[in-house]
């Protein structure tokens, strides 16, 4: 039962990681399309942790009393709403705010996570089972790194969106419904 919750977290992570690689390799080009340069990426990028980080401590105590698998639900699922905002974003403004419902999102899912992660590991052999679950989201984004790139070209860059925003979702929906912790 435990290793199964395991490979299940692998694979939330898997989805995830495709949903971040897709974006990532692409997020400066669609964040010069909005805002006309991208001087100003920095300042996004950089008020997104911000957020990030001061969250974090408040929603770790939330994840405590509510349940990590239900966090993990709603942080995902916060994400993936942000992410399929993205097509929807016409400047600037709207892109801040985008990527603050990103922040609250985050803030909640990798928490959660890390928590589920934390207690599904066998104390005897939580290095290697970290390991096994770090290497799907590394296989992951490089998979979807790459494929991304192949995809804007056939479909565009509202398509990464849907797709990411869906892998997100799926990914949270999983958990949810798979771990009850």
């Known amino acids: 039962m435990r290793r199964r919750r395991i490979v299940v977290l692998?694979?939330?992570q898997a989805l995830i990681a495709l949903s971040t690689g897709m974006?990532?390799?692409?997020?400066a080009l669609y964040f010069e399309r909005i805002a006309g340069e991208i001087s100003l990426v920095p300042?996004?990028?950089?008020?997104?942790w911000i957020i990030v980080g001061v969250l974090e401590?408040?929603?770790?105590?939330?994840?405590?009393k509510?349940?990590?698998?239900?966090?993990?639900?709603i942080g995902g699922l916060t994400v993936s709403l942000g992410i399929l905002l993205y097509p929807f974003v016409t400047d600037i403004y709207t892109l801040i705010c985008v990527?603050?419902?990103?922040?609250?999102?985050?803030?909640?899912?990798?928490?959660?996570?890390?928590?589920?992660?934390?207690?599904l590991t066998s104390r005897e052999k939580r290095g290697k089972e970290v390991g096994l679950v770090d290497s799907?989201?590394?296989?992951?984004?490089?998979?979807?790194?790459?494929?991304?790139?192949?995809?804007?070209?056939?479909?565009?860059?509202?398509?990464?969106?849907?797709?990411?925003?869906?892998?997100n979702g799926i990914s949270s929906v999983i958990v949810g419904r798979k771990i009850n912790l």
Do not use: H, M, T
């Open 23 to 27: 974006i990532g390799p692409v997020y």
């Open 99 to 119: 990527e603050v419902i990103n922040a609250i999102g985050y803030s909640l899912q990798v928490p959660a996570f890390i928590s589920l992660l934390a207690e």
């Open 10 to 12: 692998g694979i939330a």
């Open 136 to 167: 799907f989201w590394n296989i992951g984004y490089g998979i979807s790194a790459v494929a991304s790139s192949i995809l804007i070209s056939f479909f565009g860059l509202s398509f990464i969106f849907v797709l990411a925003g869906l892998f």
């Open 43 to 48: 300042f996004v990028i950089g008020l997104y």
């Open 66 to 73: 509510i349940g990590k698998s239900r966090s993990f639900l």
């Open 57 to 64: 401590i408040l929603f770790g105590s939330i994840i405590d």
